[in-house]
């Protein structure tokens, strides 16, 4: 288990397509970082937190980026059940929208962006974001939040409590080899909050008035 910040220095998204294809890159000085971790790992808590320190901080789960999809039509749930029923999960998977993540980028106005959430596709969009920061929490930590909160309902069925449990055994060591930055979730929210904020503080930032033929400028995490 994480007990602070690790920041890889291999960007997850390095291997994909440059960040925002189509967008100059002169247009959005912006760093967009994903917070990513198991339900019950704190992102809701540190997303709200964020946004009292200033921040644009965007909860990918409550606020519109994310839906419920059917697996084999790939149809949007227009207005899935609260809570869930049981076998839910087996039909129905949780995804992110590239197109809104993308809309964040734009609205960002040269300040640092984070979106906090999950998404089974999640992969879909890593290329879009400069830094992937992934919360951790070991399994009891994970099974008491998720069977005592009262913010969210995910969880305290049996169903959906050992798909998260399942979830969670790998999840660090998946996201250390995929180049995020880990932080350790029990921590107090002030310090996870602070670790965030320090691993985001460490990209590189675009100039508008660098050399735009630099092929590492335009390329490299919070290149523009």
Known sequence: MATGVVVSQHHPGRTREP???????????VALVWVTGNSGAGKSTL???LKTRGELAVDADWEGCSHWADRASGQVVADPPYPVPAGWL???????????VGSLAARAH????????????????????????CLVVDNETLRDRLLTRT???????????????????????AYRRLGAA????????????DAVLAAAASLPRYDAGDDQGDDQGALSPGGR
């Open 151 to 173: 913010t969210n309902a995910f969880g305290k069925h049996p169903e959906e409590l050992a798909a998260a449990l399942g979830a969670n055994d790998g999840a660090e060591s």
């Open 90 to 100: 087996e039909r129905f998977a949780w995804r992110i929208s590239r197109a809104e």
């Open 110 to 133: 040269g300040k640092t962006a984070f979106l906090c959430g999950s998404a089974e596709n999640e992969a879909d969009v890593w290329d879009l974001f400069d830094l992937v920061v």
């Open 47 to 49: 997303c709200a937190l």
């Open 182 to 193: 880990i932080v350790d979730g029990r921590r107090p929210p002030a310090e996870v909050a």
């Open 19 to 29: 960040r925002r294809p189509g967008f100059p890159c002169e247009a959005l000085p």
